[in-house]
């Protein structure tokens, strides 16, 4: 399986973004993480494929929202009052079989 991330850019603060990944085929989990230089990856969201279950780090809930597209093996993360804080390389991933898998990163930078 591989996973397609797209939908990073630069945005002001307070501005919104969404980023969506495509897997290329189904995975027991899909979810996004972000790393920030100087600072480990961290997790943000994940929404589990058999029953869209998600959960989420406290420091994104109510701002960033996780949906999925079944039909694509597609997530989307909306995110919305975008700070400074946020910015970062934004990371897809899917659990797989035992396996963490991850996309190619893609940049967010939310100017203040």
């Known amino acids: 399986v591989q996973l397609q991330a797209s939908g990073g850019g630069l945005v002001q603060a307070g501005a919104s973004l969404r980023l969506s990944c495509a897997a290329s085929?189904?995975?027991?989990?899909l979810g996004w993480f972000r790393q920030a230089p100087g600072k480990e990856r961290e997790f943000l969201a994940s929404?589990?494929?058999?029953?869209?279950?998600?959960d989420y780090a406290q420091s994104v809930k109510g701002r960033f929202t996780l949906s999925r597209d079944d039909a694509q093996n597609m997530i989307d993360l909306q995110m919305n009052s975008l700070k400074p804080e946020d910015t970062a390389t934004y990371y897809c991933?899917?659990?797989?079989?035992?396996?963490?898998?991850w996309g190619k990163g893609t940049q967010v930078t939310v100017s203040s």
């Open positions: 991933n899917a659990h797989y079989y035992g396996l963490d898998l």
């Open positions: 085929g189904r995975t027991f989990m």
């Open positions: 929404i589990r494929s058999s029953d869209g279950t998600t």
